[in-house]
């Protein structure tokens, strides 16, 4: 069974405490100043709260990161895989990290080149000691995202890696009957994003 991450970016914490006070442990923010406001004395609260990085990461950023989140689902450069290594040992603490793949090749995401992958991994996981978990991928829109689920978990077989983060509200279907053990799902729970 796939965990699902409730992706609460743009709510309130008024909205969100009735998941928590359920039971719900995963959730998901993409803003790191909203996220530090939001969840710093609500995690000293409940310490069972697992915080989900699903946005993208700057490396100015991953100092307030390391402290308050638990899992990074957006490492998509080397030069921020050394930054995080290099302030989990100054703060002491590893976090769970996915590499995020360009898994339709597209010039305006970010992300590890299939090509690249077995090396960025190898990089990451042998000289930076950071505990690399799975791989991420935002798939292109408006097209079939079977394929592309399909091969990711072919890539995360090829580099022995377990767990998969794919599948958000349109897709998390199609994503966990492709092996995705993460789903990032935010309209389905929580209704259409407030903007802020």
């Excluded at 965990?3 to 995963?26: C, D, Q, R, W, Y």
């Excluded at 996220?35 to 950023?61: A, P, R």
């Amino acid at each position: 069974m796939p965990s699902i991450i409730a992706v609460s970016k743009t709510f309130p914490m008024s909205e969100i405490l009735p998941l928590i006070n359920h039971g719900h442990t995963h959730f998901g923010e993409n803003k790191v100043q909203e996220s530090v406001e939001k969840w710093t004395s609500i995690k000293n609260d409940f310490h069972q709260i697992k915080l989900h990085m699903v946005g993208k990461l700057q490396t100015n950023k991953v100092k307030y990161v390391i402290p308050l989140f638990d899992y990074i689902h957006s490492l998509d450069n080397l030069r921020l895989a050394e930054k995080i290594s290099s302030e989990q040992k100054k703060q002491k603490k590893k976090l769970k990290i996915f590499i995020q793949i360009n898994i339709g090749d597209e010039s305006q995401k970010s992300g590890i080149s299939i090509e690249r992958i077995e090396e960025f991994y190898q990089k990451c996981t042998q000289e930076l000691e950071l505990d690399i978990i799975g791989l991420m991928c935002l798939p292109p829109k408006n097209e079939s995202v079977k394929d592309y689920f399909s091969n990711m978990k072919l890539l995360s077989e090829k580099i022995n890696i377990n767990d998969l983060s794919m599948g958000m509200s349109n897709d998390f279907l199609e994503a966990a009957m492709s092996g995705s053990t993460y789903l990032r799902i935010g309209a389905k729970i929580f209704g259409d994003r407030k903007e802020n």
